[in-house]
């Protein structure tokens, strides 16, 4: 019902979508199990982008190193360029290795590992459902029926209790177009 512009029924509350909701049966130390796996794969991943973010960094210093090299040898301090190009320019960064090579490595080797295990866990134990975990602690924290605290994002599209409507919303008619209330009818 609306009534100036405010929802006056009241939303029965929202749950998590299906795909983060826990099959029947599973415990909580399994569903922390889960979470915990998950976290650390979140980890990994964040150090991968550390990786691409050194890696990058690198290749950043070692263009600017070449350009110094142009530089020097525009000021006359070619013995100076020689040593910076002989001795740093395409250096590798460990043994063997530019980071690209250390990039690789730590994705094909370490997070590729951690990822396939996760995944063979959450699909072993849990029907392939990813952030168990988090979703019953969403649920756990968060004020139900209030907005900005929906159980899934096509609950924000609804009107919330004492919600006022906004200019133009397209999802009720405006004040003087709701039966019983134009204020030609008075």
Do not use: C
């Not at 013995?79 to 063997?96: P, T």
Request: hydrophobic share 35%; glycine share 8%; proline share 4%.
């Amino acid at each position: 019902m609306l009534r100036n512009n405010f929802i006056m029924t009241i939303l029965p509350p929202s749950s998590p979508d299906f795909s983060h909701q826990r099959p029947h049966g599973m415990d909580d130390k399994t569903v922390e199990a889960l979470g915990k796996l998950s976290e650390a794969l979140e980890a990994v991943e964040h150090a991968l982008g550390f990786l691409f973010g050194f890696h990058r960094l690198y290749g950043s210093a070692d263009l600017a190193l070449g350009e110094a090299v142009d530089l020097l040898h525009q000021a006359g301090a070619h013995e100076i360029a020689e040593r910076v190009s002989a001795d740093i320019v395409g250096r590798n960064v460990i043994e063997g290795r530019w980071t690209f090579q250390i990039v690789e490595d730590y994705d094909e080797n370490y997070y590729a590992a951690v990822k396939t295990v996760e995944k063979r866990a959450r699909d072993e134990l849990a029907e392939g459902k990813r952030h168990l975990f988090e979703a019953e602690m969403k649920e756990d924290r968060r004020t139900h029926g209030r907005r900005h605290h929906e159980a899934q994002a096509t609950d924000a599209a609804l009107p919330h209790v004492g919600e006022t409507l906004g200019e133009g919303a397209s999802s009720v008619e405006p004040d003087d177009q709701v039966p019983g209330n134009n204020s030609a009818d008075e």
